[in-house]
């Protein structure tokens, strides 16, 4: 009876509240410290440095070159999976039905639009420069591809450079990667209940909200000009559809099959990583020659010759600019968009040496191999030292957040 009292009053409440949440935490502490004994004892096969007893290999890994922040996706995914997350017959059925939008022929007229949407860029960039020499590029580069994905696959009539809602969106676009960044560094935040009450989760809310408005106002405007008399059997006519006028078009004939949260999700993923992985290599493309001058003038005095005075760019022109296509392709090998790929091993591996993984382990498999800085300096023995030291740290990355597996974000292989 005394102890039902106890418990009855607001202190003992509070006492329980409190021995409950201790609770919780040995438990969690204890799930995380027998998955680290599983992945020491899955990994101990491979080289690496010593291993930090909190942070693994989290530094070393940092060292070799920065993340991604690629993780805008990740709080789109909330609602629905598109075609980079899904798995399965879903991922096949619905990359059939997506290819035909990147046919080459669809692709060609393209390039007046983008050239189009450059020429919006570089006409603010003039009046930005007069008033200060120095330009911060990534927003507006990120603002001139979202333009161009709008109206390429999109079907989008306005301009996303004048507009104030693709401002919004790329800026909750960017606070998606920053949360995700903080997240993934904070083992406080890694439960979902926890993480959704949090400031941070809270504010992770607030920029997927704004992102799926603008989503959902592309989709209904697109739906409400199909809608239009004679349109709709225009559309039809085509001979290669836009993004999407094939979604809208499947959703239309197929009914339940095509969902209105499958298509938003659809839309979500290409609208972001349509615009942002694309930003990110232009920008470092512009990096990279601003660090070269000499390469730099070669690529003008290039693009010059080709078109001359005031000839705007087409199709035709892009195999004639060898010299500048070099360029571009050893910037984005220096700064890949996308540093790395992550998979969850859905069945054990044996590698040729007779090394195996277990599944459910979680690999990352790099593509940037910015660490030879010269791609002749992988002659060098000391080079491939270090490149397959990189390499194993990045694979076999023993790190306390390795033991969460982030079911949203990484496909089974």
């Not at 001139?144 to 800026?171: E, N, P, R, V, W």
């Amino acid at each position: 009876m005394t102890l039902l009292v106890a418990l009855g009053s607001v202190p003992g409440l509070l006492h329980v509240a409190s021995l409950f949440r201790l609770l919780l935490l040995l438990l969690k502490a204890a799930q995380l410290y027998l998955r680290r004994q599983w992945l020491l004892k899955a990994l101990q096969q491979f080289p690496s440095p010593p291993s930090h007893w909190l942070y693994g290999h989290s530094r070393e890994v940092g060292k070799r070159g920065p993340g991604s922040g690629r993780a805008g996706r990740a709080g789109l995914s909330e609602h629905g999976c598109g075609l980079l997350l899904l798995n399965g017959q879903t991922w096949f059925q619905r990359r059939r039905m997506l290819t035909p939008a990147f046919h080459y022929d669809i692709l060609k007229p393209y390039v007046g639009l983008m050239a189009k949407s450059v020429q919006v860029m570089l006409d603010k960039w003039e009046q930005l420069v007069a008033q200060d020499p120095r330009l911060e590029i990534v927003g507006p580069v990120s603002l001139m591809t979202l333009d161009t994905i709008m109206k390429c696959a999109f079907s989008h009539q306005g301009s996303a450079q004048t507009d104030g809602d693709s401002q919004s969106y790329i800026q909750a676009i960017w606070d998606l990667k920053n949360l995700f960044s903080t997240r993934t560094k904070s083992a406080f935040l890694q439960n979902d209940i926890i993480y959704r009450l949090s400031p941070e989760g809270r504010k992770n809310h607030r920029a997927a909200r704004i992102a799926h408005q603008h989503t959902d106002r592309v989709i209904q405007l697109r739906k409400a000009q199909l809608q239009k008399q004679g349109e709709m059997e225009n559309v039809r006519k085509k001979r290669h559809l836009d993004f999407l006028d094939i979604l809208l078009l499947a959703q239309m004939e197929k009914g339940n099959s095509l969902s209105d949260t499958d298509l938003r999700a659809e839309v979500d993923t290409f609208m972001f990583e349509g615009h942002d992985t694309t930003a990110s290599g232009i920008s470092w493309i512009l990096y990279a020659l601003a660090s070269h001058p000499e390469h730099q003038q070669r690529c003008r005095e290039e693009i010059q010759g080709l078109l001359g005075d005031g000839t705007s760019i087409t199709w035709d022109h892009l195999d004639q600019m060898p010299y500048t296509t070099m360029c571009i392709k050893e910037a984005l090998r220096l700064y890949p968009p996308v540093p790395g790929v992550s998979r969850e091993l859905s069945k054990p591996i044996t590698f040729p040496d007779g090394r195996s993984l277990p599944a459910g382990m979680s690999v990352t498999t790099p593509t940037n191999l910015s660490i030879c800085r010269n791609t002749w300096e992988l002659r060098h023995p000391r080079a491939l030292v270090q490149l397959q030291r990189a390499v194993s740290l990045i694979v076999v990355n023993l790190n306390l957040m390795s033991c969460y597996r982030w079911g949203g974000f990484c496909k089974a292989l």
